[in-house]
């Protein structure tokens, strides 16, 4: 089991950047694939990044490609989603999550999941 403690959200004007983590404690945090998520209210939850756990390969939704960098330092036990050129339309609860794998999406299979951090960009 593992526990996930997001950080980093904020309130934030369109095109400004943020940078998002998730603490990990527990079991040993190199043993997962780990990922972001968003919500917004009236939606489902959707995938935003994932990163293996050892390969270091990323995958993301296109809404967020060449503005969104997933990155993880296991020695630190720690996810990042570095976040560019925010838009308006990133407004969400970001979730931390950790799973086992992959689907075929590269959706990550999310077993764990923080509280969220809100992250609210403005016009």
């Known amino acids: 089991q593992v526990q996930l403690v997001e950080s980093g959200g904020g309130l934030v004007q369109a095109g400004d950047s943020l940078r998002l983590s998730c603490a990990a404690s527990?079991?040993?945090?190199?043993?997962?694939?780990m990922g972001w998520f968003r919500q917004t209210p009236g939606k489902d939850r959707e995938f935003v990044a994932a990163v293996t756990r050892s390969t270091g390969r990323t995958s993301y939704r296109d809404s967020v490609k060449g503005r969104f960098t997933i990155s993880r330092d296991n020695a630190k036990n720690t996810l990042y989603l570095q976040m560019n050129s925010l838009k308006p339309e990133d407004t969400a609860v970001y979730y931390c999550?950790?799973?086992?794998?992959?689907?075929?999406?590269?959706?990550?299979?999310?077993?764990?999941w923080g509280q969220g951090t809100q992250v609210t960009v403005s016009s």
């Open positions: 999550a950790a799973g086992s794998g992959f689907f075929l999406n590269m959706t990550l299979k999310a077993d764990y």
């Open positions: 527990g079991r040993t945090f190199s043993r997962y694939a």
